[in-house]
Structure formats: structure tokens, C-alpha cells
């Protein structure tokens, strides 16, 4: 299991409910940036370099999930899976030939998806010399721009760029959770928690050993049972977080950003362990182009390579700092707090760090200079500029400890909140609401079929839940309450929601037997209960043993004193951490 810091949800409850799109104005601005804008990559319509973060001029209305950049332009994921582009379109980041677009703005991006059910993309990833890279709902990618090494994956050398999106050339039945841009090359974590590379080899970067150019993707040798959750990627190098809480580097070691204490010219070809402190785990790690920052599960700022050479060495961060996120640029770093307050240091000739200087600042953090309140949610570097977007929800900003989670959901359609502009985190879930959320996790998209006769006595044929908790009956996931009803309006508690994820992980036909021990001689040594508060005589016993076992990082760990609580509420804010474990552990969504 992953260290505590990473497994254990001491809360687990609720899901989200009926969607609506948001007809509020925004307090502020979707997204700010700032820094050298000689390519409009600033988004603001001027190439006006900016020392002060300034509004990205999005269109009214647009709210973004996740923001990437690299030296020369940026990209925007919206909360309703559209992308935006803008700044330099040399090698066609825009996907355009289109001789009107300055690349001043921002402009939606024609991602060439014909298929309704991968409309929707998840993620995104910008690369140094002008690739780019977008992962759609069911998992494939979608590749564009700069393609002189192999860039987009498509099997073949180009003649320079791909002004077309096309889809990369992924093995059959592999799919993608997300992915990331070197400079020159690609990669992809997959729903088996490995990782895919492709484009320039030259130092190693692909991690399979060789040198070699791939203009297809090929598996990077991960060591026998390590997980990958996550990867990042600079110039030339790439480092992948471990489920364990561990960090591997492979390629490039010019300026240290392996992390190994040497600063060699040798292409390193194959992941090794990053040497972190002793009793060190990493729960997020962000490659900037020649060095990397990295989050310990104790709030911890680690960086090493360029500036800060080739150890891990500790940033200083103001009295008092809860560091939720970190993000690495060209020559300096940033970092999101708990209160959405944004952090930054290193070098700033361009005025990367946002604070009305070009005075670089490498051993301590110091505050980008937003406007009071500004509840930022995500961040962004590319190699001169920085971007932050603002909170999606009304209510759930920076400081919500399921920020991340409920971020994901939004991402993959499971939910849009209220029509108020909020998503009530703390709200109990209820069954009819969990029935829309588990169609919306398993479909990949948001939407529930018309319901054409009512599956339970209480549940109107016209109510909007009705085709969800029709789905629910037909998969085997529920068969209602004894008394023949399914009372969609009462709340869901947290073992109901542990038998319908294990329901739903085996197909509506959870094992026969429950092996709740074990004989040894003729004698019965029983196993002990998954928590204390769990009975043996539980009928939840079995599905919430299996939640708190599920590998590689867990679905929970129960509460801080040791018990699951079983008959407690599900809230919206949790529900969401459910799904994201489940996703990380099975890739539950989009499963058809």
C-alpha cells in the first residue's frame, strides 16, 4: 500500500447532483498569466510582457480544469472538456492554417474527433519545441504540431509538423489516464499504471534502454511491480511518481535533474530511483526544463537540477504554508497553497514570479502578486511565463481538501455541479443521485438515457434519475430495498457505497463466497474484520474489506481513529475521492 499520506481518505461519502451549467458571473477572471509574452503567450490579445499576473482574455462563460504551457504558448482544458489555444502557432500548436489567427487570444482548438464518445478530452500536455497532446474520455491520444523526432506518435516521420490532430498510434486495448511533453518527445500513463514514451531518444529520454528515435509508442522499463502514477517531463529527461511514494529519472543529467548528486553528460537510459531524504514520500512531482520540484507527503518542497544542483535540496516557504501542489517552469517554480495563494521562486528575467520584479529569489518562495481573495485552483509554467486558473465552484476552492477530486469528476463529465454555480461538497449523496454519477463514471460522458418504464414503483418515469437507476437494476448493481421500492432520496452510506463500487468492479456478480478466514487442521482461524466498527456479522463485510485492499493505492483507509463507520453519510466531496481511487486503481470509467 502507498504511504499514509497518499492512501489514506479519512473522509469517504458523497457524490454530486443533478448537473446544470452555472448561469452565475464569476467573481474572477478563469485564468491569469504572466511573464514574457513576445508570442502572445500570455493569452491577454498583446505581446506585452506582463512582471504582474493579467486576465487570459477566455471567452464569457468558460471555466478551466487545467492549464499547460510551454516557452512559446499555452493551452486551456475547459470544465466541460473543450480546449483552448494560444500564442506561437509556427509548428501549428493551434491545429490551424489559418492565417487570421494571431495566437494574440485565445481560440478553440478543432481536435478532429469524430466519435461522440471521445469528444470529451480530460487532459492536456504542451512540449517545448511545439507539440502538443490531448487525452480524450476513453482513453486514446490525440497528438499535433511540431513532429521533426516522432513527436505525435503516428507511426512515421513527418516532414516537420501536423497542423491535423491525429490519433498516436497507441498499442490495441492499452488505455491512457494522462500524459505529458518533453521538450521533444511524449509520454503516456496508462490504466495499468504503466508509462509510454515516443519522439527523440537521444538521451535516453524514451527509458527502454535505447537512443533511438520512436515514432510509435513503446513501453519505458519500469522496475518488475512498481506502479506509476504519474509522469512529468523536461528537457531531455522525465521523472514518474510511484504509487509507493517514490520518484524514478531516466535521460538526461546535464544540470543535475536526476537528482543522483552528478551533474554527468551520459544518457541515462533506464529509470533509477531518485535518492530523496531518508523517510521521504513524494505525493506530486513537477519537471520544469532543467530541474524539478517535488511535494513530500509531509508539505515538504524538495527541488534539484539547474539552479539548485544535483541533490535534493529543501525550499523555504513562508510561516505557516500548506503547500497543495507544486509545478516546475524554465528556470523557476511554483506552488499552490491551501488558501488558492500562489508561490514562486527561482529566476526571473521575465518576471516569472509574478511579483512586479525581474529580481530572481532561488532558495525561498515568496507570493505571486494577485488580487486579494483570488481563489486559485490549478497552476501552470512554461519557460518564461506562468498561469493560474480560478476555482470552478463557488464553493470549493483551493483550501477544500477534495480539490483535486472534485476537479477530476468535473473533468470526466460525472458531474457540473449546480445551477447556482456550486457544488455543495459537504451534502449528503443520495441513491438516486449516486445512480446518475456511477452511469455518467462507467459512460464516459454526461448524459443518462430516457427512461422507458420505471424500474422500481418509486421512482417516476420522468425523473431524472429513472435511466440511471434503470442501468443500476439491468447491470445487477442494485435490486432495491425489501419492500420492492429503491428510495432514490435517501442518502447513501458509506458501506451501501462500498457494495456498489464492489458490485460495479465485478460486473454485478460479486463472488459467491465471502472468505472470511481460513482452515488450518481442522481448526477455523478467522481473518479480522476489515475495521473495528465492521461486525462479523456484517453483510458489507466482504465489499468493504475489498475497498480498503484495493491495489496499488487504495480506495480507503477508514478514519483517523482506526474505524470505517459504516451507517455514516456519503458527502458529494467524498464521493468524488471514491471514484478517483477506484479510477487509479481499476480505470473504472469509460468502461462501456
Same mark, same amino acid.
Not at 108 to 113: A, F, R, S, V
Given at each position: ?13 458523497g ?37 504582474l ?24 482544458l ?5 480546449v ?23 481560440v ?6 469524430s ?57 490495441d ?15 503516456a ?79 541515462h ?142 473533468r ?12 455543495r ?46 442501468w ?12 420492492? *421500492?429503491?428510495? $432514490?432520496? =435517501?442518502? #447513501? %452510506? &458509506?458501506?451501501?457505497? /462500498? !457494495?456498489?463500487? +464492489? @458490485? ?5 456478480e ?52 482506526? *474505524?470505517?463507520? $459504516?451507517? =455514516?453519510? #456519503? %458527502? &458529494?466531496?467524498?464521493? /468524488? !475521492?471514491?471514484? +478517483? @481511487? ?11
Open positions: 500500500m502507498v504511504a499514509a499520506a497518499l492512501t489514506v481518505l479519512l473522509v469517504l461519502a457524490l454530486v447532483a443533478v448537473p446544470a451549467p452555472s448561469t452565475a458571473e464569476p467573481a474572477f477572471p478563469a485564468a491569469y498569466a504572466w511573464g514574457r509574452n513576445t508570442h502572445g503567450q500570455l493569452g491577454d490579445t498583446t505581446a506585452d510582457s506582463r512582471e499576473p493579467r486576465p487570459v482574455a477566455l471567452p464569457a462563460g468558460v471555466t478551466v480544469s487545467k492549464l499547460t504551457a510551454d516557452g512559446y504558448g499555452s493551452l486551456a475547459t470544465t466541460d472538456g473543450r483552448y489555444g494560444w500564442g506561437s502557432n509556427q509548428s501549428w500548436q493551434l491545429a490551424t492554417t489559418d492565417l487570421a489567427v494571431t495566437g494574440l487570444d485565445p478553440p482548438l478543432d481536435l478532429k474527433i466519435s461522440p464518445a471521445d469528444r470529451r478530452i480530460v487532459d492536456i500536455a504542451a512540449g517545448e519545441a511545439g507539440h502538443r497532446l490531448a487525452v480524450t474520455s476513453t482513453g486514446k491520444v490525440i497528438a499535433w504540431g511540431s513532429d521533426a523526432l516522432g513527436q505525435v506518435g503516428n507511426g512515421a516521420p513527418s516532414s516537420g509538423a501536423v497542423h491535423t490532430p491525429v490519433e498516436v498510434l497507441m498499442p486495448g492499452v488505455k491512457v489516464t494522462s500524459v505529458a511533453a518533453g521538450s521533444d518527445n511524449s509520454y500513463v496508462t490504466s495499468s499504471n504503466t508509462v509510454y514514451a515516443w519522439g527523440a531518444g537521444w538521451s535516453g529520454q524514451i527509458g527502454n534502454g535505447s537512443g533511438a528515435i520512436q515514432y510509435a509508442p513503446v513501453p519505458v522499463t519500469i522496475p518488475a511491480g512498481t506502479h506509476i502514477l504519474a509522469v512529468s517531463a523536461g528537457d531531455g529527461f522525465a521523472v514518474a511518481l510511484t504509487a509507493a511514494g517514490g520518484l524514478l529519472a531516466w535521460g538526461q543529467n546535464y544540470y543535475g535533474q536526476l537528482g543522483n548528486g552528478s551533474t554527468d553528460s551520459d544518457p537510459a533506464l529509470p533509477t530511483p531518485v535518492p530523496l531524504p531518508s523517510g521521504t514520500t513524494v505525493a506530486q512531482v513537477s519537471a520544469g526544463r532543467t530541474h524539478v520540484v517535488a511535494l513530500t507527503s509531509t508539505g515538504r518542497v524538495l527541488t534539484w537540477g539547474g539552479l539548485w544542483g544535483a541533490t535534493p535540496t529543501e525550499i523555504s516557504l513562508p510561516p505557516g504554508t500548506v503547500v497543495r501542489s507544486v509545478m516546475g517552469g524554465g528556470t523557476f517554480s511554483m506552488a499552490l497553497t491551501a488558501t488558492g495563494t500562489v508561490l514562486a521562486w527561482g529566476g526571473n528575467a521575465n518576471g516569472e514570479l509574478g511579483d512586479g520584479t525581474t529580481v530572481s529569489r532561488t532558495s525561498s518562495a515568496g507570493p505571486v502578486r494577485l488580487a486579494a481573495g483570488t481563489p486559485v485552483t490549478t497552476i501552470a509554467a512554461g519557460r518564461w511565463h506562468a498561469q493560474a486558473a480560478t476555482a470552478q465552484f463557488s464553493d470549493v476552492t483551493a483550501g477544500n481538501p477534495f480539490l483535486s477530486e472534485i476537479d477530476w469528476l468535473q470526466f463529465a460525472v458531474t457540473t455541479g449546480y445551477a447556482d454555480g456550486t457544488f461538497p459537504t451534502v449528503p449523496i443520495t441513491r438516486g443521485q449516486l445512480a446518475i454519477y456511477l452511469y455518467r463514471y462507467a459512460h464516459g460522458a454526461g448524459y443518462i438515457p430516457p427512461c422507458r418504464l420505471s424500474p422500481f414503483p418509486d421512482v417516476p418515469v420522468h425523473s431524472d434519475a429513472c435511466g440511471a437507476i434503470a443500476l437494476k439491468t447491470e445487477g448493481l442494485t435490486g432495491g430495498f425489501q419492500d420492492g *421500492n429503491f428510495h $432514490p432520496a =435517501a442518502a #447513501v %452510506s &458509506r458501506q451501501a457505497m /462500498a !457494495a456498489f463500487l +464492489h @458490485r460495479y468492479f465485478y460486473a454485478g460479486p463472488p459467491l463466497a465471502c472468505v472470511r478466514g481460513i482452515w488450518i487442521g481442522g481448526v477455523f482461524y478467522p481473518f479480522a474484520p476489515p475495521f473495528p466498527d465492521v461486525s462479523d456479522a456484517s453483510p458489507f463485510w466482504c465489499a468493504i474489506s475489498w475497498l480498503r485492499a484495493a491495489q496499488p493505492v487504495g480506495i480507503t483507509g477508514g478514519y483517523a481513529d482506526g *474505524n470505517f463507520r $459504516p451507517t =455514516a453519510p #456519503v %458527502s &458529494r466531496q467524498a464521493m /468524488a !475521492a471514491y471514484l +478517483h @481511487r477506484y479510477f487509479i486503481d481499476f480505470y473504472g470509467f469509460g468502461a462501456g
